[in-house]
């Protein structure tokens, strides 16, 4: 009777054994295998976006979510881009990623100034530079929209660039529709919020009544603070019936108003139209008040009568002319 207790014994120590060893260890692999493995999951994503290697504690590089793709950088302790994609694909060996469907916020001072869509993009994992490719626009947050086949981003510049041909559109007004533009080399500086337009700019600006604004210039700049606008080079304009050529052309707006007052033209500027011809160091077509201001040096040719002063106006848009300070006397001329 003893020998059969002491089996007994002996075969419930080995039962309790196997199930320690065996069965509970499986239990516990069952229930945390899902866990474990989305953790590791989690671990090479960042190994492969952090170029190979372990991702620090402190790493801002992102987060890879279900259904998308959702990355973070910051710089100085400030967000520099944040990103979004529908996926990624991408090669640890090559340390980037291609992005698909790709939307790109771009901070300053932890303020969003401009986002940038398109189809696809890359990421390098080193630099954390960036490019969209395919349908690409840049929209500013005061309402300016690019549109672009490509732009490319560097981390240390802080700058969006595209080398190629550029679509524009402003935004709205209460004298007419956003400014339409269309040019080459855009380059748009996040730091202090200015989007330029380098070569070939061709821009119209609709007005009420009819009237517009056409520009041609060598280059142009706006601003992602302001709708002030600005067009620099060899500048030529036209409006209503008039022509004006200068190397610079500022597009002003009344104060906390959307609505364009005046356009300031300086820098050496020749003016005509059917029946006139002036020139003046400065010129400031006041919109509101529908006149046109003369200043430095102005003088101003009409029916072979040489005018000069201090300063020339044109009342009534053009039709009439004063003259303040006279400095010389009017004279026949005939050409």
Do not use: C
Not at 16 to 37: G, Q, T, Y
Not at 122 to 134: E, R, V
Not at 232 to 240: A, E, F, I, Q, S
Not at 286 to 315: C, M, T
């Amino acid at each position: 009777m003893k020998n059969i207790k002491n089996l007994i014994f002996i075969g419930l120590l080995i039962f309790l054994f196997v199930e320690v060893l065996i069965v509970f260890p499986s239990r516990l692999e069952h229930e945390d295998d899902k866990a474990v493995r989305e953790r590791i999951a989690k671990q090479e994503a960042l190994k492969k976006l952090n170029n190979g290697k372990e991702p620090e504690p402190s790493s801002t590089l992102a987060e890879q979510r279900m259904g998308g793709v959702h990355l973070v950088e910051s710089q100085q302790g400030l967000r520099d881009w944040e990103l979004f994609a529908t996926s990624a694909e991408g090669s640890q060996n090559a340390g980037n990623w291609k992005l698909h469907e790709v939307r790109v916020l771009f901070y300053n001072k932890e303020k969003v100034e401009f986002t940038v869509t398109g189809d696809t993009g890359t990421i390098d994992a080193k630099s954390k530079d960036l490019s969209i490719i395919g349908n690409v626009t840049t929209r500013s947050e005061n309402g300016y929209s690019f549109q672009t086949p490509s732009v490319y981003y560097s981390s240390v510049k802080r700058q969006i660039e595209s080398p190629e041909e550029v679509t524009m559109k402003g935004p709205k007004d209460t004298t007419g529709e956003g400014m339409l533009l269309k040019g080459r080399r855009m380059l748009v500086t996040v730091d202090d919020s200015k989007m330029f337009i380098k070569e070939n700019v061709v821009a119209k600006k609709p007005m009420k009544e009819g009237k517009s604004f056409e520009v041609a210039a060598d280059g142009a700049e706006f601003s992602g603070k302001s709708r002030e606008a600005k067009f620099l080079g060899k500048v030529r304009m036209t409006y209503d019936n008039m022509r004006l050529e200068g190397p610079e052309a500022s597009f002003l707006y009344s104060s906390g108003a959307a609505m364009l007052s005046s356009v300031a033209v300086k820098g050496g500027v020749k003016v005509s139209d059917a029946d006139k011809f002036a020139t003046a160091e400065n010129v400031n077509l006041d919109l509101l008040a529908n006149k046109y201001v003369f200043k430095g040096r102005p003088k101003i040719i009409q029916n072979n009568d040489e005018l000069s002063g201090e300063e020339i106006v044109f009342l009534d848009g053009g039709k009439k002319v004063k003259i303040e300070k006279v400095r010389a006397k009017m004279e026949n001329k005939k050409r």
